[in-house]
């Protein structure tokens, strides 16, 4: 390779000449390294703790108990398909987290629902099939934000990607919704 290369790259500080076949090499070194690397942060996790009561977990849910995080999900969202904001804002809205004033209140009915009550109708409601009582979660996992733990559930809405939302315990024991 000389100075009327394609493959050269010159800067005043630096000086670098390359051919196509030493970068292939590295580019699979490199894929090997993080290959090997990569599994073994893998395998060098910890497997998970066992469910704390409560606790969601992936699996499809089919008329739950009322108390489980499962029938607070499939009432919650009841609640937003029906445009009934009052009813969600009392019973599932965190008042620290969400809902801690009427101007956040005010926003929350303005923009936030009626934004998943469209994106619920547009899946055709499929994030509750059946007679609405059905929901599915494809992915828990822990959640923390001002203090306060919970999880972010994915819940499987039709064809689209799953939906994250958010769930926590609140003084009452009961469950709410801190973010939306």
Not at 12 to 38: C, N, P, W
Not at 39 to 56: C, F, I, L, R
Request: one cysteine or more; glycine letters at 8%; hydrophobic letters at 35%.
């Amino acid at each position: 390779m000389g100075p009327g290369s394609p493959y050269r790259v010159g800067t005043e500080s630096l000086d670098l000449e390359f051919d196509m076949r030493s970068l292939k090499i590295l580019g699979v070194a490199a894929a090997a390294a993080l290959f090997v690397f990569g599994s073994g942060q893998v395998m060098a996790k910890k497997a998970p703790a066992p469910a704390k009561t409560g606790e969601p977990k992936p699996g499809k849910y089919a008329k739950p108990a009322k108390g489980t995080v499962a029938h607070f999900f499939i009432d919650s969202m009841s609640l937003i398909r029906d445009g009934k904001w009052d009813k969600w804002v009392s019973n599932y809205c965190h008042t620290e987290a969400q809902c801690y004033n009427r101007q956040a209140v005010r926003r929350i009915k303005q923009y936030n629902l009626p934004a998943i009550q469209r994106r619920m109708k547009k899946d055709k409601t499929t994030c509750l099939p059946g007679a609405g009582d059905t929901i599915e979660f494809t992915r828990v996992m822990p959640y923390e934000s001002k203090g306060l733990k919970g999880w972010q559930v994915y819940i499987k809405c039709g064809v689209s990607m799953p939906w994250p939302w958010y769930v926590i315990k609140d003084k009452d024991g009961k469950f709410k919704s801190p973010k939306i």
